[in-house]
């Protein structure tokens, strides 16, 4: 079993409502072959909710307390955040996952890139404050740009 991002399994929790359902991904929760987390909404923020950056760093900046994750509206919500990956991954755990598939470029999910911050819309190399967590941890981390490989092995 696996784990995925809910929002690629077709839950509508990212932070505007939407969802973004990879069916091949959803295809694998309908066979019970993965298991579907949303840290965000883990850590108890609403859908939809205001977007967040992390400010200051990536992931594992927040960990070390060296950067903060923020609403567009100012709102330090990195309490969230981080409740919000310890929950997923306890949910991981429970059930042996060591692999996940992650949305890119979230600020709970990223794995290669993140927002930069400042609202721009600019992405900038870095993790979401789950995939460090998850990394600390010893899970291996994917995202929807690079899960085939483990969909194949995950499958066969």
Not at 25 to 47: F, H, R, S
Not at 78 to 87: D, F, L, P
Not at 110 to 134: E, L, R
Request: glycine share 12%; charged share 15%.
């Amino acid at each position: 079993m696996i784990g995925i991002s809910a929002c690629l399994g077709g839950v509508f929790c990212r932070y505007d409502g939407n969802t973004q359902t990879i069916p091949q991904l959803q295809a694998l929760v309908a066979k019970k072959q993965a298991i579907m987390i949303c840290p965000e909404v883990l850590g108890g923020l609403n859908t939809p909710r205001d977007p967040a950056e992390i400010i200051g760093g990536d992931g594992f900046d927040v960990w070390r307390c060296d950067a903060v994750v923020a609403s567009c509206q100012g709102v330090d919500v990195t309490a969230a955040y981080k409740a919000g990956a310890i929950r997923a991954y306890e949910k991981l755990k429970a059930l042996d996952v060591t692999q996940v598939v992650l949305k890119e470029g979230s600020p709970s999910c990223g794995s290669h890139q993140i927002y930069d911050g400042a609202f721009s819309g600019n992405k900038v190399a870095g993790v979401g404050v789950a995939t460090a967590y998850f990394v600390k941890q010893g899970i291996e981390v994917y995202s929807e740009n690079n899960y085939h490989q483990l969909i194949t092995i995950a499958t066969n």
